[in-house]
T-cell receptor, first 112, second 114 residues
Framework: RKEVEQDPGPFNVPEGATVAFNCTYS??????FFWYRQDCRKEPKLLMS???SGNEDGRFTAQLNRASQYISLLIRDSKLSDSATYLC?????????????FGAGTRLFVKA | NAGVTQTPKFQVLKTGQSMTLQCAQD?????MSWYRQDPGMGLRLIHY???????DQGEVPNGYNVSRSTTEDFPLRLLSAAPSQTSVYFC?????????????FGSGTRLTVV
C-alpha cells in the first residue's frame, strides 16, 4: 500500500464548477500536510499548507482529518487556469530533518 | 531571486555513461533532496541531505550518489546510466525551521538513457 494515496482522475469539469480532491495517508506520525500544483512538464509548486482547523485561500479550501488520516482540497468556481495535476504531500519529522512523501497526483481538466 | 537552479534541463546518455546533475540554491536552506518522477508513479525520493556534510538514502537510491560539501550545492551523480533511469529529476530545498512551508523545486532535468 502506498503511504499517500490519491484518486488519479482525471477530473473533467466545466468552468465554474466546484471540484473536490481526496487523499489518504497511512503513517499516523505524519505532522505536516500540503497540496502542491504541477503544470504539465513543470516543477511542482506549493499551493497551500493544510491545517487541522481547515484553511482557505481564495477559491481553495483545504481540510485535514487526523483521526481518519484524510486530506481534502476543494476548488470553487473552477477556472481554465486551474487545469493541472494536484499533489497531496505528507511530511513527518526525523532526527535532523523531515521525510516527505508525495502522492501520485490527481489530474484536473477545466473546460470552457 | 534564483531559488533552486538545476542544470542541465535536458540530457541524453548512452547506457553505461556517467554524469552529474547539478543543483544549487541561494536561500540558505539546510534541507535538499533529489526526486525522480515517472508517469503514474509520483515523485520518489532518491537521496536527501539535512545539511552540509550529511546525506542519506531515500526510497530509490540505487545507481545514484550524492555529496553535500556546501549548503548551496547538492549534485546527483549517475554512476553507470541504465535505461531504467530515464526520468524527470527534480531537486528541492527547504528550511528545517520552516518545515511547514514546504519545498521549493528546481525546474527539472529530463534525462533519457538509450
Amino acid at each position: 500500500r502506498k503511504e499517500v494515496e490519491q484518486d488519479p482522475g482525471p477530473f473533467n469539469v466545466p468552468e465554474g464548477a466546484t471540484v473536490a480532491f481526496n487523499c489518504t495517508y497511512s503513517n499516523s506520525a505524519s505532522q505536516s500536510f500540503f497540496w502542491y500544483r504541477q503544470d504539465c512538464r513543470k516543477e511542482p509548486k506549493l499551493l497551500m499548507s493544510v491545517y487541522s482547523s481547515g484553511n482557505e485561500d481564495g477559491r481553495f479550501t483545504a481540510q485535514l482529518n487526523r483521526a481518519s488520516q484524510y486530506i481534502s482540497l476543494l476548488i470553487r468556481d473552477s477556472k481554465l487556469s486551474d487545469s493541472a495535476t494536484y499533489l497531496c504531500v505528507v511530511s513527518r519529522y526525523l532526527t535532523g530533518g523531515f521525510k516527505t512523501i508525495f502522492g501520485a497526483g490527481t489530474r484536473l481538466f477545466v473546460k470552457a | 531571486n534564483a531559488g533552486v537552479t538545476q542544470t542541465p534541463k535536458f540530457q541524453v546518455l548512452k547506457t553505461g555513461q556517467s554524469m552529474t546533475l547539478q543543483c544549487a540554491q541561494d536561500m540558505n536552506h539546510e534541507y535538499m533532496s533529489w526526486y525522480r518522477q515517472d508517469p503514474g508513479m509520483g515523485l520518489r525520493l532518491i537521496h536527501y541531505s539535512v545539511g552540509a556534510g550529511i546525506t542519506d538514502q531515500g526510497e530509490v537510491p540505487n545507481g545514484y550518489n550524492v555529496s553535500r560539501s556546501t549548503t548551496e550545492d547538492f549534485p546527483l551523480r549517475l554512476l553507470s546510466a541504465a535505461p531504467s533511469q530515464t526520468s524527470v529529476y527534480f531537486c528541492a530545498s527547504g528550511s528545517k525551521s520552516e518545515g511547514r512551508r514546504g519545498y521549493t523545486f528546481g525546474s527539472g532535468t529530463r534525462l533519457t538513457v538509450v
